[in-house]
């Protein structure tokens, strides 16, 4: 008898499933959203994992919420992918949001500071030290709703025509990088040049630019930039790490369901750890082959490191005494940037130097 009365129940809650499921599907409203990006087709790694949020985002709402990601200039240049999200014009992006400082250099705090965080300390500050409480009220005042979707690490310090053995050599340096690192360098005497992706190797081949910073080896690799530049400096120092942020128009994000929201926001989380994951799995292997290709793999000298982290720091005091946003949030950051880096250098620092150096001699 309850072997029977089981059963009944089980066929009736599995008939209520059933029933419910096409009333859900029937309720669920259809939603289709454009998402441009700054990214080239050709970097698989970052326009790969635009394409991968917007296919889970499908996945999660059993295709009901569609977004199309575009490569950059498909539909809006990449200087205008910010704009064309406040003012509703394409409902999300995928950019780098320090690409934009020169709208509010604020910015910068999102995507990464020089001698900042590195990925994990970046979103710790986010997720737990006020960062995205600090990032919404900003972007607030641009009709946009901020996430984070992803991390590419630390970055290389670029391609350069020549050696750079101390702080005279990059005076009048002509290199490509934007953002604040530009500024830093520019403090250093160099000559920042605003070049996007595509133009950097003819730049670099045509000697317009003595040198370009871009992201990683994996990348890199796929611009060719070892064939016109052959000396490659670690680290780059102007981010800590680079993160990726999908600006959302906020009227767009507004209308949408509560289970489209999760849907999105789950999407952006999974990319925020594979594609650091992708970039750490690449890299590797990347340069080596750049080394087998000629590539020059050399570290900035310490005294250009101390010349950049002494103008990194008296920038972003210039910055904050400019611009009242910025103010607001240097405090918080530099005293999650102290704290992080007291806890780091305890056990995590202390672990990997001597892991690295000994899996370096070790035979296996």
């Given amino acids: 008898m309850q072997r029977r009365r089981f059963l009944e129940k089980t066929g009736t809650l599995a008939g209520l499933a059933t ?8 309720a669920a409203p259809s939603v289709k959203w454009r998402m441009s990006t700054s990214w080239p087709k050709s970097l698989d790694t970052m326009y790969g ?3 991968q949020m917007c296919k889970r985002i499908g996945e999660l709402t059993d295709g009901k919420f569609e977004i199309h990601p575009f490569a950059g200039g498909e539909l809006v240049p990449p200087a205008q992918n910010m704009e064309a999200v406040s003012n509703g014009t394409v409902e999300c992006n995928h950019v780098l949001a320090s690409a934009f400082i020169g709208k509010n250099t604020a910015f910068a705090f999102d995507t990464g500071l ?3 965080l590195n990925a994990r300390q970046h979103n710790a500050w986010m997720q737990q030290g006020g960062g995205m409480q600090a990032m919404r009220e900003l972007y ?3 009709n946009v709703v901020n996430f984070v979707c992803g991390n590419v690490g630390v970055q290389m310090g670029g391609w350069y025509r020549k050696q750079i053995k101390t702080v005279a050599d990059l005076d009048g340096l002509k290199i490509r990088i934007g953002g604040i690192g ?3 360098m520019s403090k250093l005497g160099a000559v920042p040049q605003q070049i996007a992706a595509a133009d950097i190797y003819p730049a670099l081949e045509k000697g317009t630019i003595d040198a370009a910073e871009w992201i990683g080896p994996y990348d890199d690799a796929k611009l060719g930039l070892h064939k016109v530049a052959q000396y490659y400096y670690a680290p780059g120092w102007w981010e800590g790490s680079a993160s990726i942020t999908a600006m959302v128009n906020d009227k767009a994000w507004a209308a949408l369901p509560p289970m489209y929201k999760a849907a999105f926001e789950c999407a952006a989380n999974e990319q925020t750890t594979k594609m650091l994951a992708d970039y750490d799995a ?3 292997d990347a340069l080596k082959k750049l080394i087998g290709q000629g590539a020059k793999l050399a570290y900035f000298p310490k005294p250009v490191m101390e010349a ?15 611009n009242p946003d910025f103010k607001a949030v240097l405090p918080q950051w530099l005293k999650s940037r102290r704290d992080q880096a007291s806890w780091f250098r305890v056990a995590e620092s202390e672990l ?3 892991t690295f150096s000994a899996v370096v001699k070790s035979p296996q």
Avoid: C, H, I
């Fill in 19 to 26: 029933l419910a499921a096409p009333a859900f599907a029937q």
């Fill in 49 to 51: 994992s635009a394409e």
């Fill in 114 to 116: 020089p001698f900042g």
């Fill in 140 to 142: 607030k005042k641009y």
């Fill in 182 to 184: 530009g500024m830093v």
């Fill in 282 to 284: 690449r890299n590797p």
């Fill in 308 to 322: 950049a982290f002494k103008a990194s720091s008296e920038l972003l005091t210039e910055l904050a005494d400019k």
């Fill in 352 to 354: 990997d130097n001597y």
